[in-house]
C-alpha cells in the first residue's frame, strides 16, 4: 500500500540553525513527490516537488529536497531557518491522482 | 479566480444533520480532489473529478458521503446524517492536467466542520 512516514512530529529550532526534515515513502510505481506547508491560519501551499529530472530539487523560501530512490527518501532541508519558517510541513506522494499525505512535521522557530 | 476557494469556512452541525460544502476550483483546472484533514493528521483523500467525471471514490468514508461536480466546475461534498467522527476540516484541491499526468494540486482554504 501507498504511504508517506515524516520521522518527526514536532521539531524545534533556533534561528539561524540547520533543518532537515526526514520522509520516507512507499509506492511501487512511478513517484512525484511534493513538500507542502502550512503557515498558521493559512491554507497549504506547495514547497518544492520532484516530478523527473536532476533528484535535488530547489523550492521557494530558501528550501531544497533531494530524492533518493535507493532509500525511498525525500528530505527537506534549509541551510538557515527563520522564524517565519515556524508552520506544518506534509510530505506526499503522488502515483496517478490521489495525493498521499505524511502525517506532518510542525516546526517552530525560536527568535 | 484566483486560486481556490471553499464555502463556508467554518460549519457547526447538530449530529444527524445533513451539511453541503461548496468547492470554486482555479478557473479551467480540469481536475478537483477532495480531501479529509482530521486534527493532528496529513490530509487524507477522498474522492476525485475529471471534469464532471467522479474517477475515484474510494476515499469516502461512508455511504453517507457523495459528491458532485454536474457541469464540471464547481463541486459539493454532501454529508448526511453527521456524526461526532465527522468533524475535520474539509480540503478542495484543483489542478490543470488531466488523469495520470503529473500535476500540482492547489488548495483551498477549506472548511471546518465541527459536529456536536
Known amino acids: 500500500a501507498q504511504s508517506v512516514s515524516q520521522h518527526n512530529h514536532h521539531v524545534i529550532l533556533s534561528e539561524a540553525a540547520s533543518l532537515e526534515l526526514g520522509c520516507n515513502y512507499s509506492y511501487g510505481g512511478t513517484v512525484n513527490l511534493f513538500w507542502y506547508v502550512q503557515y498558521p491560519g493559512q491554507h497549504l501551499q506547495l514547497l518544492l516537488k520532484?516530478?523527473?529530472?536532476?533528484?535535488l530539487v530547489k523550492g521557494i523560501k530558501g528550501f531544497e529536497a533531494e530524492f533518493i530512490k535507493s532509500k525511498f527518501s525525500f528530505n527537506l532541508r534549509k541551510p538557515s531557518v527563520q522564524w517565519s519558517d515556524t508552520a506544518e510541513y506534509f510530505c506526499?506522494?503522488?502515483?496517478?491522482?490521489?495525493?498521499?499525505f505524511g502525517k506532518g512535521t510542525r516546526l517552530h522557530i525560536l527568535p | 479566480g484566483a486560486g481556490v476557494s471553499q464555502s463556508p469556512r467554518y460549519k457547526v452541525a447538530k449530529r444527524g444533520q445533513d451539511v453541503a460544502l461548496r468547492c470554486d476550483p482555479i478557473?479551467?483546472?480540469?481536475?478537483l480532489f477532495w480531501y479529509q484533514q482530521a486534527l493532528g493528521q496529513g490530509p487524507e483523500f477522498l474522492t476525485y473529478?475529471?471534469?464532471?467525471?467522479?474517477?475515484?471514490k474510494s476515499g469516502l468514508p461512508s455511504d453517507r458521503f457523495f459528491a458532485e461536480r454536474p457541469e464540471g466546475s464547481v463541486s459539493t461534498l454532501k454529508i448526511q446524517r453527521t456524526q461526532q467522527e465527522d468533524s475535520a476540516v474539509y480540503l478542495c484541491?484543483?489542478?490543470?492536467?488531466?488523469?495520470?499526468?503529473?500535476?500540482?494540486?492547489?488548495f483551498g482554504p477549506g472548511t471546518r466542520l465541527t459536529v456536536l
Open positions: 478557473s479551467g483546472h480540469v481536475s
Open positions: 484541491a484543483s489542478s490543470l492536467a488531466l488523469a495520470g499526468v503529473p500535476d500540482t494540486q492547489y
Open positions: 506526499a506522494v503522488n502515483g496517478h491522482d490521489k495525493i498521499i
Open positions: 520532484y516530478f523527473s529530472g536532476d533528484p
Open positions: 473529478f475529471q471534469n464532471e467525471a467522479q474517477l475515484d
